[in-house]
DNA sequence: TTCATATAAATTGCATACAATCTAATTGGC
DNA sequence: GCCAATTAGATTGTATGCAATTTATATGAA
């Protein structure tokens, strides 16, 4: 056929589309009672793990611009979980996360468990997933 | 570490996330001529692949639930690209690609190429990627 | 010093995503 | 035939994503 490159199951964009929001639907039931969605939950474990930055490195870690990111952090910083502070030089945001939002740690860490046993792929297999996925990022950001 | 399964690179979910949005941003500029945004462009995709369809089988296709499909679909409409009519059960919409719709083909036929040139994979690696994502797929839709 | 340039973050505008609700139409039990 | 239960699609509300613009601040060359 003239249009076979067309075909959807010859793309390879869609099935990572697809099977990305599969997987993000998984947090959002698990994520509920916290009352965070899957992308602040994604800016919260960046904080946990790197600890206080500005917008602009929160940004790189999680490949999101400050149109994304401004009103996220505005609801985190409502729900008393992180805390914006201007820095000497007056540009920059500093996000802290706040005593409140450590707390928040525990109940996250029962989460990865819970969504790991519904991806049915072999240790190897996810970890093939994962590099590919990284080289992806690699070249294209 | 106490919360080393919350440690972002230690997520399955965040790679295939950050790296599902990194290839669909490939795809904006190459649409921008078209005017078609990426989800317009895969809904085009099915439709060519599958023909007339309702807009509930569109959904399974895509993974997408009217409340995205309908505003989509309206704009896709508009633009002269498809038909909506409603079938001999009212209830039911049936979408068709129009002659416009058909003719547009031709440009999107050279964007799959484009895209695949920028994805720094072997063939094997792709293609165990794609197998993953429909497991994933399978097991949670 | 002064003002054009550059930079970080916020805002704006548009298009998804998706849960929840609504509306219109159909179907099934009686 | 009548009406409760179902069903398809549209609408509503909230939260992203991201390009483009704006705002506030800082820097650097004349």
Redesign the interface.
Known sequence: M??D???????????????????????IPLLKETGLT?TQY?AM??L??HGSMDVQDLGK???LDSGTLSPLLKKLEAAGYIEKTRGEDARFVTVEVTEKGFEL?EK??KI??S??C????KKE??I???E??????????
């Not at 990284?134 to 070249?139: F, M, N, R, S, T």
């Open positions: 003239a249009y490159q067309l075909y959807l199951s010859h793309q390879f964009c869609f099935p990572l589309y697809a099977a990305s929001k599969a997987v993000t639907r998984q947090y899957y994604i474990l960046a946990y793990e870690i999680l490949y740690r996250l860490s990865p468990s969504v790991a519904c991806i049915p792929l297999e996810a093939a997933m994962i590919g996925c990284k080289k992806i990022l690699e070249a294209l950001e």
